[in-house]
T-cell receptor, first 113, second 113 residues
Framework: GENVEQHPSTLSVQEGDSAVIKCTYSDSASNYFPWYKQELGKGPQLIIDIRSNVGEKKDQRIAVTLNKTAKHFSLHITETQPEDSAVYFCAASINNAGNMLTFGGGTRLMVKP | EPEVTQTPSHQVTQMGQEVILRCVPISNHLYFYWYRQILGQKVEFLVSFYNNEISEKSEIFDDQFSVERPDGSNFTLKIRSTKLEDSAMYFC???????????FGEGSRLTVL
């Protein structure tokens, strides 16, 4: 089955700096790659996703890149703010009916003011 | 904004007892899911449910687990005879279509003593 690895497990940045979180996946059939943000005491919330027919997607300060050949994808957050502090999860799935996601281990991002 | 709601937020039970975790998915969604996260580990897929039947399930979802949509609004996860290793945060999620964004609830923390 699919295996998703995520690095780093913790990341501390200064406010205004950029943060990059990287994930690799094992199943070349995976074609949907969402990123979730989980704040303390809440469930994961989708922040951006990318499908395998594109290499990059951007939404304001957040961007995701996908390299299908190398089987890795990354989350980029620019101009970080303290409210970006949370745990971020990458995931992968073969996007058929059911959307069974395989998650990475999570990255705890701390943005220091 | 519509959201997925889960009850209870925390349940403590004795090993061997039956537990039912409840979820109210977003009202016009058609696909329902349970995921779990053991403390310090990855979020793991348990089961997906569509059209009143299980569409996919993982190896974790053995005979001790069952799901039901008893009344058209609730979606429940039952663990028949809990084990210590069932202690985890259980997340319910729903999506409007099989290939769409998953909306997660805030989770139900299960502690088995």
């Amino acid at each position: 089955g699919e295996n998703v690895e995520q690095h780093p497990s913790t990341l501390s940045v200064q406010e205004g700096d950029s943060a990059v979180i990287k994930c690799t996946y094992s199943d070349s059939a995976s074609n949907y790659f969402p990123w979730y943000k989980q704040e303390l005491g809440k469930g994961p919330q989708l922040i951006i996703d990318i499908r395998s027919n594109v290499g990059e997607k951007k939404d304001q300060r957040i961007a995701v890149t996908l390299n299908k050949t190398a089987k890795h994808f990354s989350l980029h957050i620019t101009e970080t703010q303290p409210e970006d502090s949370a745990v971020y999860f990458c995931a992968a799935s073969i996007n058929n009916a059911g959307n069974m996601l395989t998650f990475g281990g999570g990255t705890r991002l701390m943005v220091k003011p | 904004e519509p959201e997925v709601t889960q009850t209870p937020s925390h349940q403590v039970t004795q090993m061997g007892q039956e537990v039912i975790l409840r979820c109210v998915p977003i009202s016009n969604h058609l696909y329902f899911y349970w995921y779990r996260q053991i403390l310090g580990q990855k979020v793991e897929f348990l089961v997906s449910f569509y059209n009143n039947e299980i569409s996919e399930k993982s190896e974790i979802f053995d005979d001790q687990f069952s799901v039901e949509r008893p009344d058209g609004s609730n979606f429940t996860l039952k663990i028949r005879s809990t084990k210590l290793e069932d202690s985890a945060m259980y997340f319910c999620a729903s999506s409007p279509v099989g290939a769409g964004e998953l909306f997660f609830g805030e989770g139900s923390r299960l502690t088995v003593l």
